[in-house]
């Protein structure tokens, strides 16, 4: 079976978001870094998961854990910006992460509309 847009944009998030720690590390950011480490990966595994769910409750709860996920990671990558700690561009991620909101937003709205 093939992956969905959500399956596919959220697992290239978290490559963007583990490549972007990487560069967090080298620049001796490790507190932020961690936690956009964790929210930023966390979205595509509970896409992931809801993908297994066993009912339709199963799913809009995975989702909607996605979703807070995804909003989580926004805020720390608002932070890196607004602060300027470190030395970073995090347009592009902020911009993905964004995207990732709207399309998890309409999921969780449309399913949960049709239980």
Do not use: C
Not at 27 to 52: D, F, M
Not at 70 to 83: D, F, H, I, V
Not at 88 to 109: A, F, G, Q, W, Y
């Amino acid at each position: 079976m093939s992956k969905s847009i959500i399956q596919n944009k959220s697992f290239v998030f978290a490559l963007e978001i583990i490549q972007l720690y990487r560069k967090l590390q080298e620049q001796r950011e490790y507190v932020i870094s961690k936690q956009l480490l964790r929210s930023g990966t966390s979205i595509g595994a509970n896409v992931e998961e809801a993908s297994a769910g066993q009912s339709r409750k199963d799913f809009l709860a995975k989702m909607s854990i996605a979703s807070k996920e995804a909003r989580e990671t926004q805020y720390w990558l608002r932070l890196l910006q607004a602060s300027q700690i470190v030395n970073v561009d995090v347009n592009e991620p902020l911009n993905h992460v964004d995207e990732l909101i709207r399309i998890l937003t309409s999921i969780v709205k449309t399913t949960g509309e049709n239980l």
